[in-house]
């Protein structure tokens, strides 16, 4: 079943960078041995997209940004709208960051909102979701990020250019990753409830990846299991690793290939 999700590594740069040292980032991926079977995409900063994706042209690594706006244009000053990242080529955009909800107040319906808006531009969406740590203390994960999707699926209902990523606020940067059992219970959960929203078929095709802390020394078991279809890598993705992390299922699977 998970073998038919295509594993999906994103790579978020967050505020980090400069033109030279995402040049350099960039170089390093195109000059990599990649799993040819994981589909990567990186979101740089706004300033940087355009010379990512140059700088990627004739690759199969994708370009993302890390936010937009819902409204096509207009006097919102400092947003960029999912029109004009359609209109410059960008075909990802991440929507629901904790860092989006948590410092700069993005709400369930604005993501919501943004998700409907994205996806009408024709834009793949890697939509975040995830409890902090006194939800999880709580015992609230599963019911948080349930309702943080069920906000986006009062608004669409297509949900084949979505990727859910589940960011347990409390790993992320902080070196604390979610167990793999933790991690798995929660994409158990999302997996349960997209069947049961979105019908068996689709809701066993959304991929949901994992972010928080992930790194080279995590990746392999967290990729191992059923309903974790890769990653969204924030600090990682900054250094050579994020090669090991997007060919975490290439060393289990080329052993397995050589012993059939
Ligand atoms: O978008 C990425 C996540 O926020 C994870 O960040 P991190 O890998 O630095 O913990």
Sequence with gaps: MSAARTFFVGGNYKMNGTLDSTKKLIDILKSAQLDPKAEVVV???ALHLLLTKELLSGSKIGVSAQNAYHKASGAFTGEISVTQLKDAGIP????????RRTLFGEKDDDVAEKTKAGLEQGLSVILCVGETLAEREKNESINVVVRQLDAVAKQISDWSKIVVAYEPVWAIGTG???TAEQAQEVHAAIRK???DKLGSQAGEALRIIYGGS???KNCKELASQPDISGFLVGGASLKPEFVDIVNARLIKRRSLETAV
């Design 92 to 99: 990802w955009v991440i929507l629901g960051h904790s860092e």
């Design 176 to 178: 604390k990753v979610a």
């Design 43 to 45: 979101a740089p900063p």
């Design 214 to 216: 992930v790194a080279a």
């Design 193 to 195: 409830w997209a069947n």
